[in-house]
């Protein structure tokens, strides 16, 4: 039988120590990088380990010192953490101490703009506070004023793993901004917006552009019901009614009557008009929020011929969506909710897992595979595993039989490639 064990499993992955890393080379990576103020701050901890050649990463948010991701990575893996923070606007002290030196000194901003640009956001921030009497739920470093819970709120995800990533997204849903998620199949895009409705009591109702959902469906229609004609309303003016959170998955899939209808009810507290029903007014609910993914478009665009039958979405109706591209998870964050999801499972087998998601992604990006490897996949096929003690007995209906012969024997390669068997 063909076992994967913890160490043999994980002996692959880690590289070769002796490997160089430019980013590090001119600066120590130890200490406190940050981003933000007050309530709304976040940083990253950087400090030894007690094991050789690795590093400890503790992350915490607010004003405390309370930590909420705690684990030990290697060199290779903290250049691209540092990388990713200097993305995400996270700023070390030493960096920080340039940055005041050069405003001294007449750099690209001086230091009447920088003191002009913190005042704007500490004013922002201070409009952002939550008043007391209002409830609500902290994402990220967010706080979303509460719902109320219904029938239609989703269920919380314990496991899922809320990243940097997201803040924004959150941001924009307290400010009431339209918001699409662009990026490949099964990056998580949807479960996005569900796992922080869920957590703040709100409703979700979801249209799915699959080349059947038609204008009537979107918006409503006349009926016949014993005897009498009525209306129907579509899913869209129901959500604008009862204040639910729309998500039209697929949206560049959508018919081109759908996206007439929508461009209206994108502008600031657009209203829907109901020309079948007299030219009636549908007036948003102040809970109503509006959500599209999508495949291919905008920064996807380029990979429209893995998504046949994909529409181009042209400039001006992005232009009134926040588009978001997002992308699958780290490695590192994988192996989080990997740990978080199977508690049973070992570190190294989690990133060992991860690590080979993460080579199946990339063949899909090279159009060596047709299909992606999503996290839900991901999972699927630990748990069989678990239960099996049988990487290839786990991988026949969690893997294989979703792809042809030919993906399968890819596939089945790439897994070889991270795990040793037993003979």
Known sequence: MRRLTGPRASALYFPPMNASYPALQ????????????????????????????????????????????????DLDNL?????????????????????????????TFSAALQQAVRAAREAGAAQAEPQSSTPTVRIGSVELPRGKPNALVPRVNAAYLFTGRGDDIVQDIVENRRVMLIGHTGSGKTSFIE??????????????????????????????????????????????????????DELDFAEPSILAVLTAVLEPNGRLLLKERGNEIV???????????????????????????????????????????FDYLSLEEETEVLLRTLPVLTRPLAQTLAAIAADCRAAFARE????????????????LMLRTGDVERAAGPAIYAKVSADEAALIRSIIRHHVIFDA
């Open 283 to 325: 007036e948003p609910h102040p809970s109503f929020r509006l959500f599209a993914t999508a495949n291919a478009a905008g920064a996807m665009s380029a990979y429209r011929h893995l998504y046949q039958g994909a529409n181009l979405l042209n400039e001006a109706f992005l232009d009134r969506w926040r588009v978001y591209l």
């Open 79 to 107: 250049e691209a953490k540092l990388l990713k923070w200097r993305r995400e606007g996270f700023v070390s002290e030493a960096q920080r101490a340039d940055e005041a030196r050069a405003a001294q000194a007449g750099g």
């Open 26 to 73: 001119d600066e120590d990576p130890l200490g406190i990088y940050t981003r933000g103020a007050g309530r709304a701050s976040e940083w990253w901890r950087v400090s030894p380990s007690g094991r050789a050649h690795m590093y400890r990463i503790e992350h915490g948010q607010g004003e405390d010192d309370k930590v909420d991701i705690d684990t030990e990575i």
């Open 195 to 248: 796992q922080v409705a869920a957590r703040a009591d709100y409703g979700v109702l979801r249209a799915n552009m699959n080349g059947q959902t038609t204008i009537g469906d979107f918006v409503g229609f006349w009926t016949v019901k014993g005897g009498e004609t009525i209306w129907v309303d579509g899913i869209l003016p129901v959500a604008m009614r009862e204040g639910y959170w729309l998500i039209i």
């Open 368 to 383: 060596d595979l047709a299909s992606a490897f999503s996290t839900r996949r991901l999972i699927d096929w630990a748990e």
